[in-house]
């Protein structure tokens, strides 16, 4: 079990972290949540109708990574060129998917992160040796949710598009500033994969 998830029975999943692991994890959950920011809403809490109507945004954000969490929903890079007509009417419509849905989208996304730091917060230990994190199905989701995210914003900081690039992180020598971002990388990777076979019928 140590470090990679696996199944338990009746479903969910199981994973021993020690407390280094889990101070990592919770930190780099708190770190999307900043990154992520507050609900529409979060700042009107006299008006519990005012978020569920509250409109998002209908620009792209101009942070690289919150744009490869929040992308546009028609067409984006790598895609076949297009005529310029028809690159203007997919702004058009990816402004308006994006002003309907990224509200739900972020707050999904907190709640994902939210759950991580909160079922890290249970496992926390006084002996400072970590401890087995059981997760529900239900948790085990918002994990993986989570663990996409933590995976998407580090790989957007490292500048990763494709397999290929994925490749060279191991060739980068120990000295390179970037070796510290890349193993938290490959190791959210780990177990991100083996969650996802926990979850396989």
């Known amino acids: ?46 008006d519990p109708l005012a978020e569920l109507f ?10 690289p990574v919150l744009r490869r969490l929040f992308p546009d929903a028609y067409g984006g890079p790598g895609g076949e060129p297009v005529s310029p007509e028809e690159a203007d009417e ?3 419509y990816s402004a308006e998917f994006r002003r309907f849905t990224e509200n739900d989208l972020r707050a999904r996304k907190r709640e994902n992160a939210l759950a991580v730091i909160r079922s890290l917060d249970g496992l926390t230990s006084a002996s400072g040796e970590g ?6 199905r239900g948790d085990s989701e918002q994990w ?6 933590l995976r998407l914003a580090i790989g957007s900081r490292l500048e990763i598009l494709d397999e290929d690039d994925t490749d060279h992180l191991y060739e980068l020598p120990d000295e390179d ?14 177990l991100q994969e083996t969650l996802v076979t926990t979850l396989l019928p």
């Open 144 to 149: 993986l949710g989570a663990l996409n995210d």
């Open 1 to 46: 079990m140590p470090g990679h998830f696996e199944p338990l029975p009746g479903g969910g999943a199981a994973v021993a972290l020690d407390d280094v692991e889990i101070s990592i994890i919770r930190s780099l959950a708190v770190q999307l949540l900043e990154l992520i920011g507050p609900g529409p809403a979060e700042d009107a809490p006299d």
């Open 54 to 63: 509250a409109e998002g945004p209908s620009e792209p954000p101009s942070d």
């Open 177 to 190: 500033p970037r070796k510290p971002m890349v193993m938290a990388y490959l190791w959210l990777g780990g």
């Open 131 to 136: 401890g087995v994190l059981k997760l529900t």
């Open 90 to 92: 997919r702004r058009v």
